[in-house]
């Protein structure tokens, strides 16, 4: 069962929609994290956060913004979609501190998303 | 600048073989190195790790081996199966920073 959701899985969107990306995680995880990827390809993170209230861009540029308002919620949003946005979205959240398992990131399924 | 730099970019084996992914970093930093496997619709999942004060770390047919002095470590898989087909990623956590750095992935088929 996972313990990170992220909703829609899929997504085809007309150019110059807005669209949210949801991302929720049960685990009281503080840290949470935003990455693109092309299928089969790298990871590149686009943003990432430390706590509620903290967000910081990633090593790849993003026209997409974020919010961390609670804990376990950290939606993604784009304000106007564009076919370059055609990518694969995968949410993923960590534990703050200690131990060996903390730096072990937890992955949600991703939302697959068309821009057309 | 990538900092974790993984080869090869995808591997073809037979059934019953050995596959080896191999990842190189600079920053001596690091201290902790995972490896993720991610199957074609999902998420990575962490499938292993280790830390560098050991050598080589076995769990089941996976099995890291660390070289600190040439700051070099691998994924070994024995009898590779078609169900490993994947894609694998390494990792290297460098303790005074806050986030995993991934290398670039490897793509891995075994053929049965």
């Known amino acids: 069962e996972a313990d990170i959701y992220q909703t829609p899985r899929y997504l085809v969107i007309g150019t110059g929609k807005k669209i949210t990306l949801e991302c929720s995680q049960t685990?009281?995880?503080?840290?949470m994290y935003w990455y693109q990827q092309d299928p089969g390809m790298e990871l590149h993170l686009i943003h990432y956060?430390?706590?509620?209230?903290?967000?910081e861009k990633g090593d790849l540029s993003s026209e997409s913004t974020v919010s961390r308002i609670r804990t376990e919620h950290f939606p993604l949003t784009l304000e106007s979609a564009r076919p370059s946005h055609t990518s694969q979205y995968l949410c993923?959240?960590?534990?703050?501190?200690?131990?060996?398992?903390?730096?072990?990131?937890?992955f949600g399924s991703g939302t697959r998303l068309t821009v057309v | 600048q990538q900092q974790v730099k993984q080869s090869p970019q995808s591997l073809i084996v037979q059934k019953g073989g050995i596959s080896i992914i191999n990842c190189a970093y600079e920053?001596?930093?690091?201290?902790?190195f995972p490896w993720y496997q991610q199957f074609p619709g999902k998420g990575p999942a962490l499938l292993i790790a280790?830390?560098?004060?050991?050598s080589e770390k076995k769990e089941g047919r996976f099995t890291i081996s660390f070289n600190k002095s040439a700051k070099q470590f691998s994924l070994h898989i024995m009898d590779s199966q078609p169900g490993d087909s994947a894609t694998y990623f390494c990792?290297?956590?460098?303790?005074?920073?806050?986030?995993?750095?991934f290398g670039s992935g490897t793509q891995l088929t075994v053929l049965p």
């Open positions: 993923a959240s960590s534990v703050g501190t200690g131990g060996s398992s903390v730096y072990g990131y937890t």
């Open positions: 685990m009281g995880h503080d840290k």
């Open positions: 956060s430390y706590g509620v209230n903290s967000t």
């Open positions: 920053n001596t930093a690091f201290d902790y």
């Open positions: 280790i830390r560098p004060d050991v």
């Open positions: 990792a290297a956590h460098p303790g005074s920073a806050r986030q995993l750095t």
